[in-house]
Structures are given as structure tokens and as C-alpha cells.
């Protein structure tokens, strides 16, 4: 791809085992020769202004919004205060520990002196593992127990971040395998303890669910900025280098495991067989045309995101731009986005989801048109493509909560973990057709003609959005209860 700008020609050379010629190569400094971020001369953008602007409107818009909502009765009993505690002590430390890892972890590979193929296929490998063990995550939860699941995955999650001080390629594969598999268990295993503890165990009400869920989602947000931040300070500014911020997940996620093993208790659920699952998701997938839609475009919209995960570090570092910094602008892009979520459909504007899904597809398809010019070969300009980058994030922060939403109201309870099985899997297959294809790719054009191809399956996206809207227009079930009801919970 040309926005890498490839390895040095005497390091193109198969790669045996993982690392060159066998031997351990130093690290070459970062291409641009400033680490300081991206060209000052060409614009007035920084990553480091930019996250300061995104923060601070997020913050306004918070402040603005907590002024207008009363507290609820929730946030007064002190029962479900600790509760909710003991829950986000965990929660927050594993998230966290998840964050810390995402900036560095292409920049890694290519330290290590991978080709640009052989990156791909790792990020191939570890979107191969998340469907697999996606499929079977939660009845693996039910069975092994939910606070073991929680456990195993630190555990799990830390013998990955320890297969990243290899050079040796096979074990960065096993690696990545162990990352699907956490990943998996991130998103089955918490929220369903969380879930089972409040309603069985505390006998709390139902109804304050979704205000746990709401204020993690902005928590984990602000994890996430503040996650690229410190990846930065021991990558770069201590000069640790870029296996540095898994080294410094470890010591997170054995708290995570030791705080859970202390103050969580354990609780099981009925299994329903994996075949019934998937059977009872397929049905209700094929008898209505809303779900379908639905499908449609999360597969889409998410594989493009997928793509855009493993592309926006070589489109940038090349320019000397912070890694850790650029990813904590993108979190707060995305923190800003959800804000406006709900700033939009609070009982002053009362916007719908469905017309914010539809303006993120469109934020997301002029921002992959400005990318196919900015990462043009012969005219890169590093500038647009952060800007357009940013404008990704702040779609996704409207896309998340808007989908989860809809997803609430056309997929019933019983067939949900069916019909997400069924999204998941074209999702991922879509993501790692595209990185098969960059496998193949002439580096010099490569990315510029990805960005197109993801351009295209933008406007399919639009185009089932449409489709969706002109279905659902009439259906007042689809749209925002009362601006006093529940609050929604939007996915993490």
C-alpha cells in the first residue's frame, strides 16, 4: 500500500519463522524523522489539538445534558451503588486493558519487520478466531460459569499480550487466535453476570439495567482515549517501544481476574443447544424483511470499520504521526459522536435512530470518498485523511447506539444471540475478503483502491438503509419512548 511506504528492499525477503534472516533487526526510527505529528506546515490540524477540541465539546455536551435529566431513583439506592461498583471495577480494568493495546498493534508487526501481506493475514487470523469463538462464546459462558468465563479470560487475554514479545510468526498467530477468543468472551461474559446478579440475585429492577449499560458506554469512551494516551507515554515518549503497551496491559487484566475471583459470585444458565440457536436466528432472519435489512447493513457498515482498523496506521505513521494520540482523537471523535446521540433524542430535538443510522452511513461514505483522494500515490495529504478518519469515529458513535437500538425493537429477546450468530459471520467474512485482497495488492495502490472498494460497499449500505427506512417509516415501535422512559444501552 502506498500510504506504508513498504519495507526497505534489502528487508523484502521471505520471512522464516517471523523475523528476517533470523536474526533480530533494530528498530529503524519513525519515518518522517519527527514523532512530534503530522505535518505542521501543511495545516493547522494536530492530533493532539484535535482530541483537545473533541474532549472539550464532549464534555460540554455532557454537562449540558446532565443539568436537564433529573437523577433517577437508581443512582440514590446505595445497595445497587455497590453493586454497580463491584461490577465496574472489573469491567472498567478489562476494557481498559483492551484499549491500551489497540494503537500499537499493527506498528508492532512492523517493527518486528513483517511484510505488509503478512500483517494482513494476521489481522485475517485473529477476525477468523472472533466469529469462531463468537459462535460458541456464549454457550461456553453458560456452561463454564459466568464469573469463571470472566477469569479465564484474563488469563487468556494475558498469555496473548505475552505471545507479542516474539518475533517468531507462528506464535504471533497463536496469539492472535487468543485474541479472538478473549474478545469473545469480553463481550458474552460480563454483561451476562452483570445481567444475572442484578435481576436474580439483587432482585433489582429490570428497568435500571440499561442506566449501567448507558454509563459504561461513556466510560469505556473515556478508557479509550485515555488507554492512547498512555500507550503513547510508554511506547514512545519513555522510548519502550511498541510491544510496551501489552507489556502494561498484563499487570490490568491479573486485576481484573484477582478483583472478580474476590468479590464476584459465580451464577450459571440454562443452555440451549448451539444448533436451536442458530435455527431459531435463521428463521426469524428470513421471515422478516426488517431484520434482514438490519443484517444487511451491519455487515456492511462494520466489515468497512474492520478494514479501516487495520489501514489507518500505515496511511499515517509513515507522516511522524503520535499512534497513541491519533487513537485517543479517534475515541474522543466517537465519545463526541455518541453524546450527540443522545443530545439528539432527548425531548428537545426527539430525532429518531433511524435517522441518525442513516446520516452515519452517509458521514462514512463521503468520508471514504475523501480518503480514495487524500491517499493518492503521487498527492498523500496525511491531514485529510485524519480529518476523515475522525469523521469515521463520529459516525460510529451515532451508528452504535442507533443499531443497538433497533436491533432491541425488531429482533425479539429469545432469537437475539441466534441472529447475531447470522450477522456475524457474512461481517467478518466481508472484513477478511477485504484483507485478503490487500494481501495481494501492489503496496503503491493498494490502499487507495481499498478505500474505493469500501466506497462501494458504503453505497450498498446506503442503499439498504433506504430500504429499511421505506419499510419502518409507519412503525411507531421503532421510534424513541418518552424522553422519561429507560435510557438505551448502547453496545460497547
Known amino acids: 500500500m502506498a500510504a506504508a511506504g513498504g519495507l526497505p528492499g534489502s528487508r523484502k525477503q521471505a520471512v522464516r519463522g517471523g523475523h528476517a534472516a533470523g536474526t533480530r533487526v533494530e528498530p529503524e526510527p519513525e519515518l518522517g524523522g519527527r514523532p512530534g505529528g503530522l505535518e505542521p506546515?501543511?495545516?493547522?490540524?494536530?492530533?493532539?489539538?484535535?482530541?483537545?477540541?473533541?474532549?472539550?465539546?464532549c464534555l460540554g455536551l455532557?454537562?449540558?445534558?446532565?443539568?436537564?435529566?433529573?437523577?433517577?431513583?437508581?443512582?440514590?439506592?446505595?445497595?445497587?451503588?455497590?453493586?454497580?461498583?463491584?461490577?465496574?471495577?472489573?469491567?472498567?480494568?478489562?476494557?481498559?486493558?483492551?484499549?491500551?493495546?489497540?494503537?500499537?498493534?499493527?506498528?508492532?508487526?512492523q517493527h518486528y519487520h513483517f511484510l505488509e501481506g503478512q500483517i494482513a493475514i494476521l489481522y485475517v487470523c485473529g477476525l477468523a478466531s472472533t466469529v469462531l469463538f463468537g459462535l460458541v462464546a456464549s454457550s461456553?459462558?453458560?456452561?463454564?460459569?459466568?464469573?469463571?468465563?470472566?477469569v479465564l479470560f484474563s488469563l487468556i487475554y494475558s498469555l496473548c499480550c505475552l505471545t507479542k514479545l516474539s518475533q517468531d510468526y507462528f506464535v504471533l498467530l497463536v496469539g492472535r487466535a487468543l485474541g479472538g477468543l478473549s474478545t469473545a468472551l469480553l463481550f458474552s461474559a460480563f454483561e451476562a453476570w452483570y445481567i444475572h446478579e442484578h435481576v436474580e440475585r439483587h432482585d433489582f429492577p429490570a428497568e435500571w439495567i440499561p442506566a449501567t449499560f448507558a454509563r459504561a458506554a461513556f466510560w469505556n469512551h473515556a478508557l479509550a482515549v485515555v488507554a492512547g494516551v498512555a500507550a503513547e507515554a510508554v511506547a514512545s515518549w519513555m522510548g519502550l517501544g511498541p510491544v510496551a503497551p501489552f507489556v502494561a496491559a498484563i499487570p490490568l487484566l491479573a486485576l481484573a481476574g484477582v478483583?472478580?475471583?474476590?468479590?464476584?459470585?459465580?451464577?450459571?444458565?440454562?443452555?440451549r443447544a448451539f444448533s436451536r440457536t442458530c435455527a431459531g436466528g435463521l428463521r426469524c432472519l428470513l421471515s422478516d424483511r426488517r431484520v434482514l435489512l438490519l443484517g444487511t447493513i451491519q455487515a456492511l457498515f462494520e466489515s468497512v470499520i474492520f478494514i479501516f482498523v487495520f489501514l489507518w496506521t500505515p496511511v499515517l505513521d509513515p507522516h511522524g504521526a503520535p499512534l497513541g494520540i491519533v487513537f485517543s482523537s479517534f475515541m474522543a471523535a466517537s465519545l463526541l459522536g455518541s453524546s450527540l446521540y443522545r443530545i439528539a433524542t432527548s425531548k428537545r430535538y426527539h430525532l429518531q435512530p433511524m435517522h441518525l443510522l442513516s446520516l452515519a452511513v452517509l458521514i462514512v461514505v463521503f468520508s471514504l470518498f475523501m480518503l480514495t483522494f487524500s491517499t493518492s500515490p503521487s498527492q498523500e495529504s496525511p491531514v485529510e485523511s485524519f480529518i476523515a478518519f475522525l469523521l469515521i469515529e463520529l459516525a460510529c458513535g451515532l451508528y452504535f447506539p442507533s443499531m443497538s437500538f433497533l436491533r432491541r425493537k425488531v429482533i425479539p429477546e429469545t432469537e437475539q444471540a441466534g441472529v447475531l450468530n447470522w450477522f456475524r459471520v457474512p461481517l467478518h467474512l466481508l472484513a477478511c475478503l477485504g484483507l485478503l485482497v490487500l494481501h495481494d495488492s501492489d503496496r503503491k495502490t493498494g490502499t487507495r483502491n481499498m478505500f474505493s472498494i469500501c466506497s462501494a460497499v458504503m453505497v450498498m449500505a446506503l442503499l439498504a438503509v433506504v430500504g429499511l427506512f421505506t419499510?419502518?417509516?409507519?412503525?411507531a415501535e421503532l421510534r424513541v419512548p418518552s424522553p422519561t422512559g429507560e435510557p438505551y444501552a448502547p453496545e460497547l
Open 259 to 271: 478483583l472478580a475471583l474476590r468479590n464476584w459470585g459465580e451464577n450459571y444458565d440454562r443452555q
Open 41 to 57: 506546515d501543511v495545516s493547522g490540524v494536530s492530533p493532539q489539538t484535535g482530541t483537545a477540541g473533541l474532549l472539550a465539546s
Open 140 to 150: 461456553l459462558v453458560d456452561w463454564l460459569g459466568r464469573k469463571k468465563s470472566c
Open 471 to 475: 419499510v419502518v417509516r409507519h412503525d
Open 62 to 109: 455532557e454537562l449540558s445534558r446532565c443539568r436537564a435529566k433529573p437523577p433517577g431513583r437508581a443512582c440514590s439506592n446505595p445497595s445497587f451503588l455497590q453493586f454497580q461498583l463491584d461490577f465496574y471495577q472489573v469491567y472498567f480494568l478489562a476494557l481498559a486493558a483492551d484499549w491500551l493495546q489497540a494503537p500499537y498493534l499493527y506498528k508492532l508487526y
